[in-house]
């Protein structure tokens, strides 16, 4: 069984991980498909499936109202077949808390006639959390 993962998949991947991270959503959906399912764990304000470059636009909105900095850093994109893996890091803050989290992701990607089509996001959202949940305490304290 050869490999699926081609080159082109890899920029175009990166390319979507380097406009979310520049929170440029106009850049972002150019190398999405139109039907794209993009799942975050459900516990995140953002989290859910979304459907679509409108879906997509509003995870982004949602994220950019409590979180500051770059979305995520990819390290490595493994070939999974017709699935391209990627593991990195999550680095931000909290808009209101101001309070820093870290946390290791890891994102599985369907690829469709060299367009994104599918993501599902694997991640401790405890930190995340923590760092809002520190917002919310501040406001109603």
Known sequence: MGGTLSEHDVESLRRIYD????????????????????????????????????????????????LAGRWADPDDFLDAGDRVVVLGRMRGRGRTSGREYEVGFVHVWTMTDGMASRLHAYFDTAPIMATLGEASEALSG
């Open 19 to 66: 406009a979310f991270s520049r929170w440029d959503v106009d850049e972002l959906v150019i190398d999405l498909a139109h039907d794209i399912a993009w799942t975050m764990p459900d516990t995140l304000p953002w989290g859910g499936t979304r459907h679509g470059h409108d879906g997509v636009r509003a995870v982004v909105s949602v994220s950019q109202d409590h």
